[in-house]
């Protein structure tokens, strides 16, 4: 197991700071996801910690020793591209030896190696099928278990699941967590998907526009957002302007609002940012908040209904026993949970 630690990471293309002084330390065995939309650095950082983009800025280090210089075939780091770059003209066996082969691997140890690759991602007996033979599930096993073939310090994973359906990427989740920690080897997954990355992680970096917005335990992000910004990407969460008062309390739409004691306020008094998670809105004929319903979903599991409070669209989720007795127009009277609330410093376009 390796730790990895960045410091000042930086890589520019231009004027466009792809990746801006990003500083973290990855503990040895963790699971890591990088998560963040489109565009906001995650893959760049992946490529420089893989050496396959040179920093403009900072330094890499795994363990005590800096790698910043090395080449990629130095750093003993196994990587899957979001495309698998399987090769069609290789068979199964062939594809997961190729990386022993080019460092010169005996044909024995190379057959030995592979066929433990195999029985590890429950592919046993299919090393002689055409890559095209496969299905995705199994073309996703085979990328892996190469990725893995040189019994890598850190594994490497670019968006692997994104190209599966809903229910196979699901499966595959559940199924590379699982080899991880079997493994103990510390490995960095890019995705854009929160589920995962709070399904499969031990640290979340949420990244936006190149900067770490936060990093922590999945449901440390979840609950305890740093900003609007992750608030508003991880799951749902329901986002009001607010004003935050020296009291301590939050106007919202003529309303004032109480906090619990279980709240947390990341503001100062003056305009802010007022987080709800769905789940902690319940209903309450003495709450606060009285929204009008305007959209009734019954999911079985679940209940979620959509209200209007003002101009602002709140979504609320219920368990089925707890589903109030409402129809579409029906007004209901809301109170958060306490610890639910979560008051934040204003978008960048309320500071404005």
């Not at 008062?245 to 279980?262: F, N």
């Amino acid at each position: 197991m390796t730790a990895l630690s960045l410091r000042g990471m930086s890589k520019r293309f231009g004027s466009l700071a792809a990746v801006d002084d990003v500083s973290i330390k990855i503990p040895a065995g963790c699971f890591v996801c990088l998560l963040g939309p489109s565009g906001c650095g995650k893959t760049t950082l992946l490529r420089l910690i893989a050496g396959l983009e040179e920093p403009s800025a900072g330094s890499l280090h795994a363990g005590e020793r800096e790698i910043t210089g090395l080449a990629p075939n130095q750093r003993e780091f196994g990587m899957v591209f979001q495309s698998l770059a399987l090769f069609p003209h290789l068979d199964v066996a062939e594809n997961i030896g190729y990386p022993l082969a080019i460092r010169g691997h005996s044909r024995s140890a190379r057959t030995e190696r592979v066929a433990e690759l195999l029985d590890l991602v429950q592919l046993s007996g299919l090393g002689k099928r055409r890559i095209h033979q496969l299905s995705g599930g199994q073309r996703q096993r085979v990328a892996i278990a190469r990725g893995l073939a040189i019994d890598p310090k850190v594994f490497l994973l670019d968006e692997p699941l994104s190209a599966l359906d809903a229910n196979l990427r699901e499966h595959m989740q559940v199924e590379l967590r699982q080899l991880q920690q079997r493994l103990g080897v510390t490995t960095l997954v890019v995705t854009h998907d929160q589920k995962e990355a709070l399904t499969m992680a031990d640290l979340v970096i949420v990244m936006k526009d190149g900067k770490v917005q936060q990093a922590g335990a999945p449901m440390e992000i979840y609950r305890d957002p740093a900003n609007a910004f992750v608030a508003g990407f991880i799951g749902q969460s329901n986002l009001l302007p607010c004003t935050l008062a020296a009291d301590g309390s939050v106007g919202i739409d003529g309303l004032q609002l109480k906090l619990a004691p279980q709240d947390r306020i990341k503001a100062k008094p003056g305009p802010a940012m007022l987080s709800i998670r769905p789940e902690d809105l319940r209903p309450d004929p003495q709450g606060p908040i009285e929204a009008r319903v305007a959209f009734i979903r019954d999911l079985g599991e679940s209940v979620q209904i959509a209200l209007d409070f003002g101009e602002t669209r709140l979504q609320a989720v219920f368990a089925p026993r707890e589903r109030p007795q409402v129809a579409i127009g029906d007004s209901l009277r809301l109170a958060p949970a306490p610890g639910g609330v979560v008051v934040l410093a204003p978008s960048a376009e309320q500071a404005a």
